[in-house]
């Protein structure tokens, strides 16, 4: 069965006010490199971002994490990864993050998580790219959000076929049934 080699997850670097926000990163970090998957974040080594990432790493998986120097200065870069690259900028950070990445997952999170799944989706809108994203609703927290996306078709400032960019999975499991049976992941 066709699956992406390498998936980028983005998330917080806080771990939510819920135990359950970090249970399912680790899920999420145990199930892909049990499939191995190799998972492309943001680099550090707090919040979900370091969950997911010492998950994957404990399951066997290889973990690629990419930083700004600035978060290197400041002590929040895992440093027991398969690879880190430390990058100038925060826009570098997402370029390269991208550019790794046959799709991409989201996880809560904050502005960054936002910041960084808003530009897959609108570059998925302006085709600059054909990878499948998925949003991980744990516990409902993207809720809102597909909200306002739904909003956005109504008001007539998205259409509906950009509107199916953003799938939702209701948890881990459903994360792999979606990437697999997106046509541009079959080899």
């Known amino acids: ?67 700004p120097q600035q978060l290197v ?11 880190l690259h430390v990058v100038r900028t925060m826009h570098e950070r997402k370029h390269m993050m991208a550019e790794l990445a046959d799709a991409f997952v989201a996880l809560p999170g904050g502005y960054g998580t936002l910041d960084e799944l808003c530009e897959v989706l609108g570059w ?27 909003r956005a078709v109504e008001e007539g400032f998205l259409q509906p076929q950009y509107r199916q960019h953003a799938m939702r999975a209701a948890g881990v499991a459903d994360v792999f049934r979606l990437l697999q049976a997106e046509r541009s992941l079959r080899r």
């Open 1 to 67: 069965m066709a699956k992406p080699k390498t998936i980028c997850v983005y998330c917080g670097s806080a771990v939510g006010a819920r135990a359950e926000y970090r249970t399912i990163a680790a899920e999420l970090g145990t199930a892909m490199a049990e499939a191995d998957f190799r998972l492309v974040y943001g680099g550090a080594h707090v919040g979900l971002m370091g969950a997911i990432a010492d998950a994957a790493l404990a399951a066997g998986g290889e973990v690629v994490g990419v930083i």
């Open 73 to 83: 200065d400041r002590e929040v870069a895992h440093r027991g990864l398969t690879e």
């Open 124 to 150: 998925a809108q302006l085709a600059i790219h054909e990878k499948p994203i998925v949003l991980l609703d744990a516990l409902e927290y993207w809720q809102p959000l597909f909200a306002m996306l739904d």
